[in-house]
C-alpha cells in the first residue's frame, strides 16, 4: 500500500490504509498505534467507535482534536482542503511526516513517500492537534 504525503488538517503528514508501511517510513516500533482520520462522524461511529454519551456533542463540534476512546487514537476531520482527499477513503491512518523522534524534515518526507500531494498551502509543520482520553464519565487532556 502506497504513504501518501499530504498537509493534513494539523501538520504535514504521512497518510496510508496500511499501519506497517507507515512504520518502516517512521522507523517506529510497531507496538506504538497510529492515529486513525475519518471525514464524518457517521464513518467514526461506523467503524466501532462507541462514544461515551457525555461526550458525544464535544467530538461532533471539535476541531483538531483527537480523542483516545479504549486506547485507539481518533480524530474526525473538519478542514476543508483535507477534507476533500480523505472522502475517498472511509478511514487513512495519520501520522506526522518526520522520522520517529525527529524533527520535521522535507528531503526524509519526501523519500519515503510514495505520492505527494502539495495544496496551495505548501508543506508546513502547525501546531499539533490537542489529545484527549475518554472514559465513560471522564476525560482526560492527554496534550
Not at 36 to 48: I, L, T
Amino acid at each position: 500500500m502506497s504513504i501518501t504525503l499530504i498537509q493534513t488538517d494539523t501538520t504535514v503528514g504521512f497518510v496510508s490504509q496500511d499501519a506497517a508501511s507507515l512504520e518502516e517510513a517512521k522507523q517506529r516500533s510497531s507496538t506504538k498505534q497510529f492515529l486513525k482520520v475519518y471525514p464524518s462522524f457517521k464513518k467514526f461511529k461506523h467503524n466501532n467507535n462507541r462514544v461515551p454519551v457525555k461526550f458525544k456533542t464535544m467530538l461532533r463540534r471539535s476541531f483538531n482534536t483527537t480523542f483516545i476512546i479504549k486506547n485507539r487514537a481518533s480524530r474526525v476531520v473538519k478542514d476543508k482542503i483535507h477534507l476533500k482527499f480523505l472522502k475517498k477513503y472511509n478511514w487513512l491512518y495519520s501520522t506526522s511526516a518526520n522520522q520517529s523522534g525527529c524533527d520535521f524534515n522535507i528531503l526524509y518526507c519526501l523519500s519515503h513517500s510514495d505520492i505527494i500531494i502539495e495544496d496551495n498551502r505548501g508543506f508546513t509543520q502547525n501546531k499539533p492537534s490537542k489529545i484527549y482520553k475518554l472514559a465513560n464519565s471522564t476525560i482526560k487532556r492527554v496534550r
